[in-house]
Structure formats: C-alpha cells, structure tokens
C-alpha cells in the first residue's frame, strides 16, 4: 500500500505486505531528516534517521528514501507485521539542532490480518 | 533502565487552575524539551532547554511556564493562562546540547480540562 502524505492520513496494507509511507518536507534547507513510530497512548519511538548528503538507508525491516529534488521522504517497511500498526511521523530538522525540528501531523498504519 | 519519565499519566483539570506536568531523564542528556500533542496533528514544541538554569520559548509557549533547575528534571506548568490546554504533553530529550536531530521520548502525560 502507498500513502501520499499529509493528503492521505491513514493507510491500511494486509499483513505481509510491504508498506510505504510518504511524506513532503517543507524546507529545502533541511539536512537531516527522522522517522518516529507512535503507538497508542505512548510517545514517539525513534525508527530511523537519513542525512541531506544520502538517498537511501536502510535499517531491519525498514528503509528510508530521499528525493531532495522533490523534498519528498518515504519509509519502506518490508513484510507488514501486526506490531508495525502505529502512526508514523516524519521529522525534519535544520542545520543539525533539535530546536528546528518540525513534525509532519502523521499517518496512520493499521495491519490487518 | 535509562529513560524519561513523565507523571502523571492522566491528569484532570478545573477551569483556572494551575498544573504542572514532571519529566525526569537518567539519559544524562543536556537538553530536554515539552511538546504538545492535538488529535490528529503533529507535534508542536512549547519550551525546551539546553541546560541547567536556561530555556527557551517554543512556537506555541504561551499560557505555558517550566524550569530547569536540575539537569534530571524538567517541569511544565500549564497555567490559567493557557485557553486551550486539554492535549497530550510529550517530554524529550537528547544528548550533545540540542545538536543532535534524536529525541528520546517520554509516555506522555494526558490532560484534560473539566
């Protein structure tokens, strides 16, 4: 299943399945670039990170791309587990400091069985 | 284990009153910051320090105060001020001054105004 960002919020894949979850960064200048999973009720887990100076990473079960022409980021999650049901959120940061960390609002990944 | 730690959990409030939200970390970690958490939206951060005894305002600080007056604990009170305030408060933390991009997060506190 393909979400299109903040236009889509939620996103539903059969267990097993590879999912992608999209989104659209708004500041050119961004240069690192994180993904967090929320599950209900709890704060925001830290997935995976990517540098401005990457396109691609790749983490267990998970990898992130990086389209800076389209500022436009993606995370893979290869065979959809019942655990994955969560919301994901992006994050971008600029120059480096947490301080200018901005948060997409969000998608919400239910895994059905 | 290290972690942060956030309490309470739940909290319900009266119109008027004052409340303060606790986050304590044994990360270590020099910088700590409050977010809040609406229904379907993303994160917006209220205050943060990047150490002891110095904070800063965040995108939404008003009706908001905290203090950092140890390098575990960083407090957020939510005053009378604040129109709005039933959400979900997120405490985090990172290490190397507020330059990294890697936050640690608490559970969260929810908080409800009657």
């Known amino acids: 299943g393909e979400n299109v960002g903040l236009h889509l919020p939620t996103l539903s894949v059969q267990e097993g399945d590879n999912s992608i979850i999209n989104c659209a960064y708004s500041n050119s200048a961004s240069d690192y670039f994180i993904w967090y999973k929320q599950e209900s009720g709890k704060g925001p887990q830290f997935i995976i990170d990517i540098r401005s100076n990457m396109d691609k990473r790749q983490g267990q079960r998970v990898t992130v791309l990086l389209n800076k022409t389209v500022k436009h980021l993606s995370l893979q999650i290869a065979a959809t587990q019942p655990g994955d049901s969560a919301v994901y959120f992006c994050?971008?940061?600029?120059?480096?400091?947490?301080?200018?960390?901005?948060f997409g609002s969000g998608t919400q990944l239910t895994v059905l069985p | 284990d290290g972690g942060i730690t956030q309490s309470p959990k739940y909290l319900f409030r009266k119109e008027g009153q004052n409340v303060t939200l606790s986050c304590e970390q044994n990360l270590n970690h020099d910088a700590m910051y409050w977010y809040r958490q609406d229904p379907g939206q993303g994160l917006r951060l209220i205050y943060y320090?990047?150490?002891?005894?110095?904070?800063q305002k965040g995108d939404i600080a008003e009706g908001y105060s905290v203090s950092r007056e140890k390098k575990e604990s960083f407090p957020l009170t939510v005053t009378s001020a604040q129109k709005n305030p039933t959400a979900f408060y997120l405490c985090?933390?990172?290490?190397?001054?507020?330059?990294?991009?890697?936050?640690?997060f608490g559970e969260g506190s929810r908080l409800t105004v009657l």
């Open positions: 994050a971008e940061n600029l120059s480096g400091s947490a301080r200018q960390l901005t």
């Open positions: 985090a933390s990172s290490g190397g001054g507020a330059l990294t991009g890697e936050l640690f």
């Open positions: 320090s990047q150490i002891v005894n110095d904070f």
